[in-house]
């Protein structure tokens, strides 16, 4: 089933990356919370910050980045938050000590990976479009002069 809205979101750099970036949100979360309340073992711990995590976050972000380019804001979005949730979440603090080292890395990486595979000229043209459109520039130019009288007069 083909949804409208998730065109739009596809289509657009800062829907996607709003997008990820709350993707990235619940599925970090929801690793810890995973970890910490429902199987607390050391074996899942090593599971899901070991490889789930690190493999999840970096397609993620490979797969945003090489659709529309490197963002520099989404980066910086996902390191504060990360260092925001470790301050103030106590949880998230004793689970994995160095979480803001493994997303810093995950998010540099997988952003990194993703801007070398775009498809540069399609990204030009979308950053393009959105600056015509936001100028205003995007409607097609239409002559003042009607051309079928300027060729019956040349003639």
């Known amino acids: ?5 998730f ?9 996607s990356a709003a997008a990820v970036f709350l993707l990235w949100l619940v599925f970090g979360s929801g690793l810890v919370l995973l970890v910490d309340k429902v ?3 050391i074996l ?7 490889f789930i995590y690190p493999a999840g976050c970096l ?20 390191i504060t938050a990360n260092v925001i949730m470790y301050a103030a979440w106590g949880t998230y603090r004793a689970i994995i000590p160095n979480m803001i080292v493994l997303t810093v890395l995950c998010v540099l990486f997988g952003c ?3 801007g070398c595979f775009a498809d540069k000229e399609s990204v030009r043209a979308y950053r393009e479009n959105r600056r015509l459109k936001k100028l205003g520039e995007d409607k097609p130019y239409s002559s003042i002069i009607d051309d079928k009288e300027v060729r019956k007069n040349k003639k």
């Open 1 to 5: 089933m083909y949804v409208k809205g």
């Open 7 to 15: 065109d739009k979101i596809r289509q657009s750099e800062r829907l």
């Open 39 to 41: 199987i607390p073992s």
């Open 44 to 50: 899942t711990l090593m599971l899901a910050f070991g």
């Open 59 to 78: 397609v993620m972000f490979f797969r945003l980045c090489k659709r529309h380019g490197v963002m520099w804001y989404f980066p910086a979005a996902v």
């Open 112 to 114: 990194g990976l993703g």
